[in-house]
């Protein structure tokens, strides 16, 4: 049993086979997925939502990626306000920053993360953190407007033992996703290992980034399995024992 904290299965690469993929997830073990819901960005927010209404085990998000923040207006935000009571909207993500190819200026990716850090915050509900090349200004904003009561999970964590404790210390979950399994992610390896029992989750961000051995490939939820393995050796734990951990803290942090 696991569970995928992050993918894309609204994206354009599922297309053909989308209903084959999402079989192959549930003959691989996977219970629930989360659809993030940023989609192509706005004024459609509900790329997440949509496939959560379809199927059971689907939950989603809603929010506006900081690649498409420049697209975002207050009539924007007043839906995603909406659109996070949804039931099955459990978080608010993916939002925070990118600095790789700022799609948007960032003064208007600070702007756009932080009014959504207050929906979130008014919706009672975790957050979803997408941060690229932007560590330090991620976590200035999240120390002063985050409210950690709700929770938040920092996605496909690609930092050091260092970051890792930055984020830990605020209250984040860390999700690991492909990334931890390629032979010279040490940094993010040892993060894993450090990672409390209580606050590791695990993710495929699919259709990117697969692991080892399917790098390369386009991505999609059951190679998570091969997630799960490396976690388990680099914590020196048996694989029932990720998968079990993994599951309890996405439930636990989403109350599903």
């Given amino acids: 049993m696991l569970i995928d904290s992050h993918c894309h299965l609204d994206s354009d690469q599922f297309d053909n086979d989308r209903v084959a993929v999402i079989t192959r997830a549930l003959e691989a073990g996977i219970t629930q997925m989360l659809a ?10 509900e790329a997440g939502i949509r496939l959560a209404d379809q199927y059971e085990f689907f939950y989603a998000t809603v929010g506006i990626h900081p690649h ?10 007043q ?18 920053l990118d600095y790789h190819y700022d799609f948007s200026p960032r003064a208007t ?10 929906i979130a915050e008014a919706a009672k509900k975790p957050t979803v953190i997408h941060t690229r090349e932007a560590w330090d200004d991620t976590i200035s904003v999240l120390r002063q407007h985050w409210n950690p009561q709700h929770g ?8 050091g033992p260092k970051e890792a404790q930055q984020a830990l210390d605020l209250g984040f979950h860390l999700s690991f996703g492909g990334i931890v399994t390629f032979p010279k992610a040490l940094e993010i390896q040892e993060a894993a290992r450090m ?3 209580d606050r590791i989750l695990i993710e495929t961000d699919a259709p990117y980034l697969a692991p080892v051995p399917k790098r390369g490939k386009r ?6 399995i091969e997630t799960a393995k490396k976690l388990a050796a680099l914590r ?14 996405f439930r636990h942090l989403t109350n599903t």
């Fill in 152 to 159: 938040g999970i920092m996605h496909c964590f690609s930092g």
């Fill in 236 to 249: 020196g734990v048996p694989l029932d024992e990720i998968s079990a951990t993994t599951t309890a803290n």
């Fill in 79 to 96: 839906n995603l306000a909406h659109l996070a009571q949804h039931p099955k909207a459990i978080a608010i993500g993916e939002i925070g």
């Fill in 68 to 77: 498409d923040a420049s697209k975002s207006t207050e009539e924007t935000l």
């Fill in 219 to 224: 991505n999609e939820p059951s190679y998570i």
């Fill in 195 to 197: 990672t409390p029992d």
């Fill in 109 to 118: 990716q600070h702007e756009v993360f932080i009014a959504q850090l207050k």
């Fill in 36 to 45: 993030i819901g940023t989609g192509n960005g706005p004024p459609d927010l």
